[in-house]
């Protein structure tokens, strides 16, 4: 794993950004991609987050619960993505909001929200959310999306300087090609497959 590597170049951009987020990296969780989250969740370096995906997998809540544990004991962040009342229960620090899910209730105080965003447009949305990081996808070509198109470096520094809250560069970002997003705003990095290598 080189959770170290994106640590360092997250914290890289974040010193670069002329911001302080919740949080510069993130690991997103895929049972597809990263069948072992517990693995990655113990490699984190404090400070850094788990963002639970996997809308449907059969067991979420007690996955939520031992990721928790781990979260806590690492100073790791947990953010439960698209389940409020998950994230309650077992005390998790935040939400995530993707870009299909709207609450049916206010966002409670106290949780750091965050929220995808592929556009300017679901960027200012992001913020009128509740949103205070924004995960702007896809940086570059991503192995979750094979053959989709990617925004590329500058578009991406673009529509993050423009942003009205910090983002996170998601989607074949790693600590390799990392410093070409650098830029205000930009704040780190969130991945899947990055922590593999």
Not at 83 to 102: E, K
Not at 116 to 131: N, W, Y
Not at 161 to 185: H, S, T
Request: glycine letters at 12%; aromatic letters at 4%; proline letters at 7%.
């Amino acid at each position: 794993m080189r959770a170290a590597k994106l640590a360092a170049a997250a914290a890289a951009l974040k010193r670069q950004s002329a911001v302080v987020p919740p949080f510069s990296l993130a690991f997103m969780t895929d049972a597809g991609r990263a069948p072992h989250p517990l693995l990655v969740a113990r490699a984190l370096p404090e400070g850094s987050a788990v963002i639970l995906r996997d809308y449907a997998m059969k067991g979420r809540a007690g996955l939520a619960a031992q990721l928790k544990s781990v979260c806590e004991r690492r100073g790791v962040k947990l953010i439960i993505g698209a389940d409020i009342g998950l994230a309650q229960r077992i005390g998790a620090d935040g939400v995530h909001l993707p870009r299909w899910f709207s609450p049916s209730a206010p966002l409670p105080d106290g949780l750091i929200v965050t929220a995808s965003a592929h556009s300017a447009d679901e960027l200012g949305r992001a913020k009128e959310r509740g949103a205070a990081l924004a995960l702007l996808s896809p940086a570059f070509p991503t192995g979750s999306h094979r053959g989709a198109g990617s925004l590329g470096a500058a578009a991406f520094k673009r529509l993050a300087a423009a942003a009205p809250i910090p983002v996170l560069a998601l989607g074949g970002a790693d600590e390799k090609n990392a410093g070409a997003l650098a830029g205000p705003n930009v704040a780190g990095l969130a991945a899947i497959g990055a922590f593999l290598g």
